[in-house]
């Protein structure tokens, strides 16, 4: 197929001091791959006119599109206009058009017109101006040989309108549709990567699906990819068979999150729910209050660390604290089943366990968590024990018992 | 001063296709940057000879030094191997040392030997090896005319590993002292940028000390840096300065977390905690309990969404609910103080608010937030007006309360 290649180029004074990481390039790489064209470079350096000198030369002999963004703004010295320039060997002109945006800009905004702004329209004599909806910095583009080149401002709200507004729809006039890449993402939770890749045959994919795999801690990212035409519907075929072998496992989808899921769940099977945690400390409350419409089921967390909390909060019986501890799986069921009672919700879930790096003994070591569910049917109580450091037992346990919830809300809607 | 650049170079089938954002470059960048190496470029580059000879040929003709990532595991076809010895006019051989390396790990790990991993010992000629102590792709270094390079797995524990072992020493030694960065972070929290660059008066700060700002929402962070011999001392005058001027507003250093900062000064001063909250759903208990140790200080945190969590849990009136709402002044004040009553810790503090995007009124517009703190002197109620989105309102609000227990707990020092 021929070659259409997008390459990136990011400047930013600070880009590569160890400030900030690079969320610059990010920003187009995920504009630009959510629309089917993906980047094959992408180069960061420092904002100075050398340096993004040699940058341009190099990719515009890489790239038939290349995307630069930084350097243009007032506090930049126009480093990326001068360079373009003697890149492609032409003079800076003042570009009357975009003398004309800066100081309507200022004018909305009833700023005084500074010189400082107007060098903003200083730009290669050959370069179209691009209108910058977000800000006061104009953009441009060039052409070289066989190269286009455009030259957006670098603070986000502004890439992304131009991005959105200039840059897209000239690839989808001039990116070939074989080169467009299609793709799917299934969020599994349960499965390890090794695991799920053994029960996914390649074999029995559509032709030209490709799958590889990344990470969500804890969830493992199925992505499925196809190029041109006809892709959407070999992309439905290889998703059906997956969801087949693995749906059971299936967390969420593209663009939504496990916890957010769960509330749907919840919501839409019309349940209740109070949570008590110990050693996630608020870490699943938060998660499913992060997304708005939480108080539809969400009637209260305990976030229980002492155990007069536990006493007072969810009626655990001191003797189940005295004789088994807080971390056993007496305890978990009379967390659970006091704070239904309390509550008057549907369900009500406990986690209690040892998150470690101290508290773990021979008998219950670091990563020992139980998990209770109660509800109307009794009690259920599980014993685990997950691996790592702290965080990551923290977001197992919490993702453990939002697996639990999606079970119960997905039964209860098929019942 | 004579230039010696480093420039970095990540390569990885599917760094380009928005799986996942370049964390293998950010790995490399944060490693140099500690230790006060300062990038020049990073180009990251889909996985492919092609693709790696031409980056490879762009880079060191542009910098010293550099540090290649990705495109040697069992997984890539040796893609870089082979541009490294097209790059140089090498010709590709078995390397004994590291066919040794690659059969050590196996044996070991009791794995059979596998031709597949035996590749990974093929190698330009004249590359020495680097060993890599947490995997079994072994790494290497070639010199080519001015430049030194440096090739590593991307897999990030080793490459942190293997950056450690064999990169920071040889760049220890060549590195010209005068071109390292040294640096300094203070984290501030309610001040906007523009207020903390007008009250840091840029001639008022030692000679050869640069200050630029960055954002870790919603703390805005000072980075002070500085080169060359002398630089730590005029770095400790340039924070003795700022810290004069803006001490008041030190959430936390380089490394410290906000959350981390007050859990250690609210365990100093050896006050107890119980937390209430409604628009946060968590978010501060958990921030407060990330880190181990929280139980020192922490005694429970009650996420009370519905008005009967607030009734039981915290003892607040159903009048004060019925007459004032959930939002307002007198239920915060009675969620702290019933709180402290039923919990017995030195301090109870309480967060009810609007976090939306619904649920706002003319009166009570999405953003309002009540922060109570009960303590033994009192109650102290202040109500906010917090902008932006959901997210934005919940961490405004979790950092607000982060910021009276702060000061509380230094004022508690103080005495």
Chains 1, 2 share one sequence.
Not at 88 to 113: D, K, N, S
């Amino acid at each position: 197929m021929p070659s259409f290649d997008i390459a990136i180029l990011t400047t930013a004074e600070d880009l590569l001091s160890g400030d900030s990481t690079d969320s610059i390039s990010a920003v187009v790489v995920d504009m630009l791959t959510r629309h089917g064209y993906r980047p094959r470079c992408s180069l960061a350096v420092s904002d100075n006119e050398k340096e993004i000198f040699a940058a341009l030369n190099y990719l515009s002999r890489q790239a038939r599109f290349v995307i630069v963004s930084g350097g243009l703004g007032p506090g930049s010295n126009a480093f990326t206009a001068r360079a373009a320039a003697r890149a492609l060997e032409l003079p800076l002109v003042i570009h009357e058009e975009a003398l004309e945006m800066v100081r309507a800009w200022c004018h909305t905004r009833h700023q005084a017109p500074d010189p400082a702004n107007e060098r903003l329209a200083l730009l290669p004599q050959t370069a179209q101006l691009l209108a910058n909806p977000q800000g006061m910095t104009p953009g441009f583009t060039l052409s070289h040989h066989q190269c286009r080149m455009f030259f957006l401002p670098a603070a986000p709200a502004e890439l992304r309108a131009m991005l959105k507004q200039s840059v897209l729809p000239q690839l989808q006039q001039d990116y070939p549709e074989e080169q467009r890449l299609h793709r799917r993402t299934l969020k599994l939770f349960g499965l390890t990567e090794v695991r799920i890749r053994t029960m996914i045959p390649a074999g029995r994919l559509p032709e030209g699906v490709r799958v590889n795999y990344s990470h969500d801690f804890p969830l493992v990212l199925v992505n499925l990819k196809a190029y041109g035409e006809g892709a959407e519907e070999r992309l439905d075929q290889a998703e059906a068979l997956i969801l087949q072998l693995l749906g059971d496992h299936l967390m969420a989808r593209d663009g939504q999150s496990a916890e957010g899921n769960v509330a749907q769940l919840l919501t839409r099977a019309g349940l209740t729910l109070s949570l008590a945690e110990s050693c996630t400390g608020g870490l699943l409350s938060s998660m499913l209050t992060r997304n708005p419409g939480a108080s539809a089921f969400l009637d209260r967390a305990g976030v229980t660390y002492a155990n007069a909390a536990k006493q007072h909060w969810l009626k655990v019986p001191q003797a189940i604290l005295l004789q088994h501890g807080a971390v056993s799986e007496p305890c978990a069921r009379a967390m659970a089943t006091g704070l239904r009672h309390e509550s008057g919700t549907d369900l009500a879930l406990a986690i209690t366990g040892i998150a470690g790096p101290d508290g773990g003994t021979a008998d219950k070591p670091v990563g020992t968590v139980y998990l209770a569910l109660a509800s109307a049917a009794g009690v259920d109580v599980q014993r685990y024990l997950f691996s790592g450091d702290r965080a990551r037992v923290q977001k197992l346990s919490a993702f453990m018992a939002l697996e639990w919830l999606r079970r119960f809300a997905l039964q209860r809607l098929a019942d």
